[in-house]
T-cell receptor, first 114, second 119 residues
C-alpha cells in the first residue's frame, strides 16, 4: 500500500517569512495530492490540492509543487500570518474517480512567531 | 455549503456501554467515510460507504459497526470498546464515483469530529 512521509514534524517561522513542508510517497499509482490544515478542536480542512498532470499550483499565499519522477511534493506558504499556525497534513491517493483512499503524512505542526 | 455535521462533539462511555456517533451532510455527496485520529497522529481510515453500501473496511474490530441509513447520514455504533479506542472520530464526505471526463475532483470534506473517551 501507499506510504507517505512528511517533514519536518514541527516548524517555527517568524511572521512574514515563508514556510515549506515536504512529503514523499511510495505508490506510483497515486496521482492526487491534497493538503489539509487542522486547527485545534477542528477537523482537517482542504487548503490546496494538485493532480499528477500538473507540476505546480498556486492559490494566493499558498502553493504546491509536485515532482512525480522523484515522488515528492511540497507545500509553500509565503508571507506567513499568525492564523497560519496549525497542523498541516499532506496526503496521497490514486484518483480512481471513486472512493479515494487517502493516505496521510504524519503531520507538521507549524507555529508562526509574531 | 461544504458542511459535515457530527454529533455529539464529546462522548464519555464505559466499556460496557453502547453508544452511536452520527454524521450528516447535505451536499448531495454519495461517498462517506469514518476516520480515527489519535493525538498528534494523522487520521486513519476505518470505513468507506459508496452509494449507501460499505465499500471499504480497513480491518476494523467488530466492536465498531458502521451504518448508512441514507445518502445524507452515516452512523458509527460502538459496543464494548476498550480504553485504547479513545480518540477523535472524524466523518468525511465526497461526491463519490465520478466520470474521468467530468474533470471534477473527489474532494473529501471533514466534520469537526467526536472526541471519544472510553473509561
Amino acid at each position: 500500500g501507499e506510504n507517505v512521509e512528511q517533514h519536518p514534524s514541527t516548524l517555527s517561522v517568524q511572521e512574514g517569512d515563508s514556510a515549506v513542508i515536504k512529503c514523499t510517497y511510495s505508490d506510483s499509482a497515486s496521482n492526487y495530492f491534497p493538503w489539509y490544515k487542522q486547527e485545534l478542536g477542528k477537523g482537517p480542512q482542504l487548503i490546496i490540492d494538485i493532480r499528477s498532470n500538473v507540476g505546480e499550483k498556486k492559490d494566493q499565499r499558498i502553493a504546491v509543487t509536485l515532482n512525480k519522477t522523484a515522488k515528492h511534493f511540497s507545500l509553500h506558504i509565503t508571507e506567513t500570518q499568525p492564523e497560519d499556525s496549525a497542523v498541516y497534513f499532506c496526503a496521497a491517493s490514486p484518483a480512481n474517480f471513486g472512493n479515494e483512499k487517502l493516505t496521510f503524512g504524519t503531520g507538521t505542526r507549524l507555529t508562526i512567531i509574531p | 455549503d461544504t458542511e459535515v455535521t457530527q454529533t455529539p462533539k464529546h462522548l464519555v462511555m464505559g466499556m460496557t456501554n453502547k453508544k452511536s456517533l452520527k454524521c450528516e451532510q447535505h451536499m448531495g455527496h454519495r461517498a462517506m467515510y469514518w476516520y480515527k485520529q489519535k493525538a498528534k497522529k494523522p487520521p486513519e481510515l476505518m470505513f468507506v460507504y459508496s452509494y449507501e453500501k460499505l465499500s471499504i473496511n480497513e480491518s476494523v474490530p467488530s466492536r465498531f459497526s458502521p451504518e448508512c441509513p441514507n445518502s445524507s447520514l452515516l452512523n458509527l455504533h460502538l459496543h464494548a470498546l476498550q480504553p485504547e479506542d479513545s480518540a477523535l472520530y472524524l466523518c468525511a464526505s465526497s461526491q463519490g464515483i465520478l466520470r474521468r471526463s467530468s474533470g471534477k475532483k473527489n474532494i473529501q470534506y471533514f466534520g469537526a469530529g467526536t472526541r471519544l473517551s472510553v473509561l
